[in-house]
């Protein structure tokens, strides 16, 4: 794969204006993202770049933030860097980005944009990339039948470069590219897959689903595309189809933009974050939010602005009709061609429009508090899907603003519970979606503990509502002392409390502040009269970003495992898990669901660091797999596993996450020069395949990882004679040059026998055992023994599951060789894992920079 091209800026129209420069100039691998969250998408698992090419507005530092975020990329670190600055303000070198080989302003990209990169490369010494000469070739004779409907169609050559033959008029529509654009185009200069080559697309062309991008007007469309062989001009060629996540277009995008736009904080960042979602997903080219103050209504204020062309003379708001008609609790809607309707408004009229909307925005007394106004100068998408949406947008803006005027006039009283002076619900909301973008940006874990007091109704109808109300005083001072002063103590609703633990590093620090809140809260409670009463909860805890990346799942997984806890009896505390009786009644969906969920992006890999027990430096980590299902949160591997392997998804899906792994570990070796040794979990489906090692051996030939670097896990519950191809295919990876580890040691009823006829180099002892250490004597002779023997048999010992500093000693006295758990580190995203090896790395350096 050649290298690529970054380009990153807010504004469409200049990510464009960039794109056709760098395209005109043969760059055929383009990637334009709209911030740093963008460009991690686009470029997860990619090579690394050629050129980054960045907006930034002025000489501010969240310009230069943004840089050295994208820095943190493994495509991006070490990628020269060209600025581009959208005022006339001096960009004085002391301010530049660290990479920084030149910079322009925005009216000068189209000019100077690829001459200044050519004299840069010149002066590194780099060479840019040969621009296309040949000719484009005509197009077939016969046009293949595509479908007269929304579809996009795209036929192309099945030898060569894959020359486009034939495109529908769907994606000249939605590309907004002219036919004269695609006509003998190759096929890998119109859509760009992601983790799969569109060679191997071509050649499978199974209809299979493969997420990707469409080149169009704005530099690219993302989607899904899928291929099938088909006969054009009386001879084979191959045809596909692309799914465009526009919002405008499909409405599963539309339902994705809209959970997006309702997942975001709320605040005026938040609103201009929301209105450019819209704004984009949606390519509007006006965009304006108004408002009423409460105390002038009758003079509309704006919010923001976002307008897609030169700026015109704006007509002031008593000028503009339909401001006034919507502010009067109107809709407004001018379809197809709004500059000819009856009631000329100069806002349609100066801007241009074809289509164009005003909705009111209402609280929830119905009153209005503003409106939203959006257009388009070449038509909103079908009224299916754009009306729904816009009413959606309109009712999340409505909803900030009224936030938003809560806060401006002060009144505590909508933020905090008047009761306990704990943040109420309102506010909560707003903290946990603040939370969650830190975390999201710091890498880091949190948890959400939803408490509810047991059996109140009958403290209220007993004692009255007055002694109600010091048991809630009383338990919000009890658990306001059981946290952090960094943590968020609410009264949710009733006598429901909520929790957010920040900064966690492993499971068990949770569970002991829970264990300690269940303790403190059964300690008797004493009313005013000297009545004793005593007070239990039932807490239910989930964790981000474990069980769910939204603040609403995340809240309604714990409340599931409050009345979990409820269930067992109250006064208790129980952790969310996808419970076996769910997924037994929900196989059939879960099923359909995990068909799709590679294709969905819903499949991510984690790693777990795997370190030494004398020095806890990293030799090692175990890739594993993760399924995030968009209504149900993170599903645990225990319960979608089987599945897969039921279904046979597992072969691969297995593939896949053995590709990703390798790919990932192979750019952490180039980068920090470590030679870690990758865990990753083979299936029983998987081990009787009988081209299991030509998929591995083809895996690494492709990543370029050593086999060396690569040990294949297998569970000890797998049976020796019921699995066909078992011991051949382990044989054979061994002689790949692949390590075998016996994962889950321990569990199984064939220890001996795995450990004297399998080609083992490891054993993993089960965290089952590990874990009761210190409380279970038996489970301590077990991996006493297991230690002793292994090393007898010249095996390898890795014990899972340390979580406290008692499992570390205990192993570490017996000769244990490697340690996996929590003690060390959660499982962690690239990008975390990432920072750790770089921390690690920097404390080296700094440890042998200091004098002997």
Known sequence: MTAGVLIVAEQRELRRLVFDALDQAGYTQIYSARDTTHAAILLEGRPSLQLMVVVIKGEGAQGRACCEQLRQLPAARDVPLMVITTDEAPFHPDHWPTGTVDWLHASRVAAELLPRWRRASALAGATLPALPQAPLPEPAGDRYAFQEDDSEWLVAELSGACALLEVSSAVIRHSRLPASHWKGRPLSQVLCFEGVTIEQVVAEANRRWYP???????????????????????????????????????????????????????????????????????????????????????????????????????????????????????????RHDARNQENDDPLVQVLGLADFAGMPLYDERHTVLGAMLAGSRRGFGPAGIIEPVLHCAAARFAQMLELGRTREQGRSEGLLDALTGLPNRLLFNDRLETIIREAVRNGECFAVLFVDLDRFKAVNDSYGHAAGDAVLRSVARRLCGSVRASDTVARYAGDEFTVVLRHIVKNDDVLRVAEKIVQVMETPLYLDDGTELQITVSMGVSFFPDDASDAETLLKHADEAMYAAKHLGRNNFQIYEVSPEYAQEHGMALKTRLRHAEGNGELRVVYQPQVNTETEDIVGMEALLRWEH?????????????????????????????????????EWEERYGLRLRLGVNLSAVQLMEPHLLDTVAKVLTDTGLDPDLLEMEVTESISIKEAPNLLENLHGLHELGCHIAIDDFGTGAASLDYLRRLPADRIKIDQSFVRNIGVDPDDEAIVRATIEMAHRLKRAVVAEGVEIEQHLEFLRAHGCDELQGYLFCRPATPVSFGNLLAERQRLLSARAAEPA
């Open 212 to 334: 990707c991008q469409r080149r169009s007007a704005e530099g690219s469309d993302t989607g899904q595309a899928n291929a099938r062989l088909v006969r054009h001009d009386g001879r084979d060629a191959v045809a596909l189809i692309f799914r465009s996540d526009r919002a405008d277009i499909r409405a599963e995008a539309a339902l994705s933009l809209l959970s997006r736009m309702f997942a975001s904080a709320n605040g005026v960042d938040a609103q201009t974050a929301a209105a450019r979602l819209l704004f984009d997903e949606l390519g509007l080219d006006y965009l304006a939010v108004w408002s009423l103050p409460s105390g002038n209504p009758g003079i509309p204020v704006q919010q923001l602005q976002l307008w897609n062309g030169p700026e015109p003379s704006w007509p002031p708001p008593a000028a503009q009709p339909s401001l006034a008609q919507v502010l009067a609790g109107g809709t407004v809607a001018y």
């Open 630 to 666: 968009p209504e149900l949160g993170t599903i645990s591997p225990a319960v979608f596993i089987p599945l897969a392997e039921e279904t046979g998804l597992i072969v691969s899906i297995g593939e896949w996450v053995m590709r990703t792994a390798c790919r990932q570990a192979r």
